[in-house]
């Protein structure tokens, strides 16, 4: 099977190369905006695309011959430049639909997100049919639900396209410490200092669905192997909670309403002091958890690896600043993000080159 992959160099898409590669019987073509070394994953053919602009023609000679799209593709920074994220995230998907139907390619998988779901009620898992309206507030919740209007127009068309949606939850592993240091610290932070965290402060009332990226790489491989229609949501048991991350870190729990945890979020991220905008701590508050029947029955989906073990690996992996060879997982240290900043300025409000 001849299958392409955008953002195959991110965490999700590393892993799923991974796999890929593991099977043994895949074409595989990644789709980046910088291509990693050839080393890092042998046998994967590199197309050089940046999914935020215009470049049809590219993008369509990537795709002719293709069985399958994997589209996985998304921005998480800079997070002050809200225009680029939704060209890249909204006006990505687009570009990748509009190819899929003009190559005619059969079966697209589509790397949705817990984040498209409209605002919980209350800590009942819910199925594939809760409403994907997003979180208003927040800017990448927004976004996945945009996309997944998208995602109803090209399903209404005769195009014969079979759409896949996977809505996992927070999606960790070790390799991307590194990044999810640079999307969520200051530059002058080092990654050791999470070896000495005394208290954190948080709502105990969190609580968010996480899954391991291996694991969501295997339920896109066997959605690719089924040729699978429809949403499928993913996670792991139990739920991470306040508790249990101020366990994975060693620290106090010390109770903050999320409201005034917003506002100290927000006044930091308006003055540039730290990259997390706002609306991921509404997010956090407002997602629902996740009922994965339908990935069981219809997959034969399970996770492998539970939340509290996910949690703890990306724990470690953000300690030891642990990355992988691309340029989305690459190494992240003080006085590289502080040169960085210094020449391109500060990663939250940086502009992609």
Known sequence: MRVVVTGASGNIGSALLRRLARDGHHDVVGVVRRPPPPETH??????????????????????????????????????????????????????????????????????????????????????????????????????????????????QGDSGIVVTRLRPGIVGQRDAGSALLRYGLPAVVPAAALRHV????????????????????????????????????????????????????????????????????SASWHAHLQPLDPGWVDMGFAVPLLDTTRALTELGWMPSHDATSVLAEVVEGMRDAASSHSQVLRPRTVLGGLARAVRRGPVSNRRVT
């Open 198 to 265: 005394p208290v954190l402060p948080l709502d105990r009332g969190l609580s968010i669905p996480l899954v391991h990226a291996d694991d969501v790489a295997d339920a896109i491989v066997r959605a690719l192997d089924g040729t699978v229609q429809g949403a499928f949501n993913l996670a792991a048991a139990p739920p991470v909670t306040a508790d249990t991350i101020a366990t994975a870190l060693g620290a106090r729990l010390v109770h903050v309403p999320s409201a005034a945890l917003r506002a100290a979020v």
């Open 42 to 155: 042998p046998g994967v053919r590199w197309a050089a695309v940046d999914l935020s602009r215009e470049d049809t023609e590219v993008l369509r000679a990537t795709f002719q011959g293709a069985d399958a799209v994997v589209h996985l593709a998304w921005g998480f920074q800079p997070s002050h430049r809200e225009a680029y994220l939704r060209a890249l995230g909204v006006g990505g998907t687009s570009r990748v639909l509009d190819a899929v139907a003009a190559c005619g390619v059969r079966h697209l998988v589509h790397m949705s997100s817990v984040g498209a779901y409209s605002p919980k009620r209350d800590d009942a898992p819910v199925d594939e049919s809760w409403p994907t309206g997003g979180v208003r507030t927040s800017m990448y919740s927004r976004h996945k639900s945009a996309a997944e209007r998208l995602l109803d127009l090209a399903e």
